[in-house]
């Protein structure tokens, strides 16, 4: 970003909601760099709501405040939620617990490095000199998203919620406890697995 | 706003991603790591939708799916992840070998590993009966 700071004069004279994107940008970016190196599983999912909070504010910057409300529900609200009861139904260690990360840290360290250059080089290059024009009517309100979700994608939406039907039986049957006793009770690490999918489902 | 900055964004989110699915060893945390990659992917489709204008709302209408795709796909796998664990005592992704080579690798003294391991051998017999 800072390459490119440099290369072109557009990128000098910010505007007050790209100065608020890049310092959100950098915290969700911290956050998230810390979801994926803390030794602390449970802090990892913390950090992981700052990361996907700052997001919602992100989309709230580029106009699309539905998506945003839906990401603090949806992703704040219920998957956290999830991955915290994983996390507990496991029986994570509390603090710091020294084998979080395999032996092939460096290797993913390379991967994720070489990754991030070949892509941010490519983007840069390719967007450089395009802007996004936030002035006018909101591209991202309830009503144009409403409207244009029930309009024209009806019928992907309708089997999303087949989809989702279907991963709510899978969720239940996976988690069915009659692998050991043949009553099959529906008991203990099936619960939250299945009402979380049963809350995206309502 | 220039494009650049959510672009840029979306990328380093991604290669975030991707070293915790690679590095992670607990399951939960490389889901946690999927997570922010298919974030990362949202972020790109709302940017390009507000950047292009488009009039049938292409762009949110997927961030909207795949929102929900990713919530079915965190309850299926947390499903599995409570199983595995239930079934070998340990959620470490590097440990669950039972798929892999059966000579070597680290997840030999596993008694389900051995007890996976030994019907290849007669299914390779049925094969080699069938094909003679």
Redesign the interface.
């Known amino acids: ?1 800072n390459l ?1 700071a440099a290369a072109h004069p ?2 000098l004279s910010p ?1 007050g ?2 100065i608020t ?2 310092l959100i ?1 950098l915290a ?2 911290g956050a ?2 810390l ?2 190196t803390t030794r602390q ?1 449970v802090h ?2 913390l950090w ?1 709501v700052v ?2 909070g700052g ?1 919602a504010v ?2 709230l ?4 405040e ?2 945003a409300w ?2 603090v529900l ?2 704040v609200g ?2 956290v939620v ?2 915290l ?3 507990m ?4 260690p509390i603090g710091r617990s020294p ?4 032996e ?2 460096l ?3 390379g ?3 070489a ?2 250059a070949a ?2 080089w490519v ?2 290059d390719a ?2 000199t ?5 002035h006018g009517v909101a ?2 309100s309830s009503h ?2 409403g409207e ?2 029930f309009r ?2 009806v019928l ?2 309708e089997a ?1 919620s087949v ?2 039907l279907a ?2 039986v ?2 239940i049957v ?2 069915r ?1 009659d692998a050991g006793s043949p009553g099959g009770a529906t008991t203990g ?2 619960s ?2 299945d009402s ?2 049963g809350k ?1 489902q309502s | 706003m220039h494009l650049a900055y959510p672009a840029v964004l979306a990328v380093l989110l991604f290669c975030v991603g991707l070293y915790g699915v690679l590095a992670r060893r607990n399951a939960i945390l490389v889901l946690m790591s999927v997570e922010l990659m298919l974030n990362a992917v949202n972020l790109n489709l709302v940017a390009f939708d507000v950047w292009l204008r488009d009039t049938v709302h292409a762009g949110q209408a997927l961030t909207l799916f795949t929102i929900t795709i990713a919530a079915a796909e965190i309850g299926l796998g947390l499903a599995i992840v409570l199983l595995v664990f239930r079934h070998r005592g340990s959620s470490d992704v590097d440990r669950l070998t039972g798929l892999a080579e059966p000579h070597g690798g680290p997840g030999a003294p596993h008694a389900p590993d051995a007890s996976d391991a030994t019907p290849t051998p007669a299914a390779d017999d049925e094969k080699a009966e069938a094909s003679a």
């Open positions: 970003m490119s557009g990128f505007t909601v790209e994107f890049v940008g969700t970016l998230a760099l979801t994926v599983l990892a999912a992981l990361a996907l997001l992100e989309y910057l580029l106009t699309a539905f998506i839906v990401q949806i992703y219920s998957v999830l991955l009861f994983g996390l139904l496991t029986k994570a084998d979080a990360d395999s092939n840290r290797v993913a360290l991967v994720a490095l990754a991030a892509l941010v983007v840069v967007f450089r395009t802007w996004v024009d936030l591209q991202g144009a998203t244009s979700l024209h994608w992907p939406f999303l989809l989702l991963a709510l899978g969720a996976l988690s406890r690490a099936g939250p697995a979380a999918t995206e």
